[in-house]
């Protein structure tokens, strides 16, 4: 069981938007930077959002990151069908020295 | 852009020690900016952080691991290992290397990944 929760699935239409939240902790998310990954199926994770809310280059605008407290939160608009992965938020415990990633969200476009 | 390889062999029998290595070029692990670290994921499952290392020789474990997980370093070759001893099926996994920063923590650039099954 991760330490940080994800919903399991979203679904939504080609064109719509959708959140995928992921909670944590003070000891997390709560003190860290959030970043997010993109897993198309039989592919490596691709760091979609990091530092909370910033898109490495050549990621769309489409897709963005926000933070409160000790739950995070990646948004992403004008769904398209190449948009269908598996998605993880990761972060750092740094009291720990510990690496966290969520159990991971597969959104589906409808 | 660095690139991350992962090698080492793919079936490994109960009880064993599991080791990979991860080839990295077009950036030096004894750089002070990044850790580089192992991920695993079971087929079909999630994420699993496994274990990091910073230049100085510092190196970080996944508790839930840490009892049976080594990673060492060969700055010389560029190259950085892992070892999981005492494996079973649940070690099946794709096991991948990858960069993150020492400061803000995200894996910005990861191996392709290699699938490793733990059967006799």
């Known amino acids: 069981q991760s330490v940080l929760t994800q919903p399991p699935s979203v679904s939504a239409a080609p064109g719509q938007k959708v959140t995928i939240s992921c909670s944590g902790s003070n000891s997390d998310i709560g003190n860290n930077y959030v970043s997010w990954y993109q897993q198309l199926p039989g592919t490596a994770p691709k760091l979609l959002i990091y530092?909370?809310?910033k898109r490495p280059s050549g990621i769309p605008d489409r897709f963005s990151g926000s933070k409160s407290g000790t739950s995070a939160t990646l948004g992403i608009t004008g769904l398209q069908i190449g948009d269908e992965a598996d998605y993880y938020c990761g972060t750092w415990d740094t009291s720990l020295n510990l690496g966290l990633f969520g159990g991971g969200t597969k959104l589906t476009v409808l | 852009q660095p690139q991350l390889q992962e090698s080492g062999p793919r079936l490994v029998k109960p009880s064993e020690t599991l080791s990979l290595t991860c080839s990295v070029s077009g950036g030096s692990i004894s750089s002070n900016t990044y850790y580089w670290g192992w991920i695993r994921q079971p087929p079909g499952k999630g994420l699993e952080w496994i274990g990091s290392?910073?230049?100085?020789?510092?190196?970080y474990y996944n508790p839930s691991l840490k009892t049976r997980v080594s990673i060492s370093v060969d700055m010389s070759k560029n190259q950085f290992f892992l070892k999981v001893n005492s494996v079973t099926a649940a070690d099946t996994a794709v096991y991948y290397c990858?960069?993150?920063?020492?400061?803000?923590?995200?894996?910005?650039?990861w191996g392709q990944g290699t699938l490793v099954t733990v059967s006799s």
């Open positions: 290392f910073y230049y100085t020789g510092s190196t």
């Open positions: 530092e909370t809310n």
């Open positions: 990858a960069r993150h920063w020492a400061t803000t923590q995200e894996f910005d650039f």
